[in-house]
């Protein structure tokens, strides 16, 4: 992980990080914290099928994603899915037809820093399935894929990975 090493409030080069959470300068005893950031996942199903995204940047550049993103400040994580269900995809959803399964934990490499997030699973289901005009600065590709042919391999991250393997034993 890269390391910060000055100092926010006196500017000394003195930050110490503890291993796990949180920097701290013995100077002027600032400490700031590397909290759990909330992260949400959509599986959009239909009948037997979920839908994929295949990163077009990094972390993980061309890896497939399932639809979500970061919780914003002041946001709930089902009001997270229907912002980036309509960013990433241009999908108005009903919030009210999502549903929760489980959260797991992960870490989010970005710039040599290691985020510790916590991962929110939702499922949404649809009546037909779409395509979608993708914004390819994000995705560069959105498939429709028979959850039985999925290769965990083939996905992003870690949570997601072991999200998938519980997931196809309860369906």
Not at 94 to 114: A, C, G, H, M, R
């Amino acid at each position: 992980m890269k390391i910060l090493k000055y100092c926010p409030s006196c500017g000394n080069e003195s930050l110490n990080w503890d291993g796990e959470k949180k920097w701290s300068c013995p100077h002027c005893n600032f400490t700031l914290y590397n909290n759990v950031a909330g992260a949400v996942a959509v599986v959009i199903r239909y009948k037997d099928e979920i839908y994929l995204t295949r990163r077009n940047r990094d972390p993980k550049k061309g890896k497939f994603d399932l639809p979500g993103g970061f919780v914003d400040p002041r946001e709930s994580a089902e009001e997270t899915c229907k912002r980036e269900l309509f960013e990433e995809l241009q999908l108005e959803v009903d919030i009210s037809n999502l549903k929760y399964l489980t959260s797991l934990p992960n870490v989010y490499q970005y710039k040599e820093i290691d985020y510790n997030t916590i991962d929110l699973f939702y499922e949404y289901t649809v009546s037909e399935k779409f395509q979608v005009k993708l914004d390819i600065s994000e995705i560069s590709e959105a498939i429709w894929i028979p959850l039985k042919e999925l290769d965990p391999d083939e996905i992003a991250f870690d949570s997601q990975k072991k999200f998938f393997k519980g997931y196809r034993r309860k369906v």
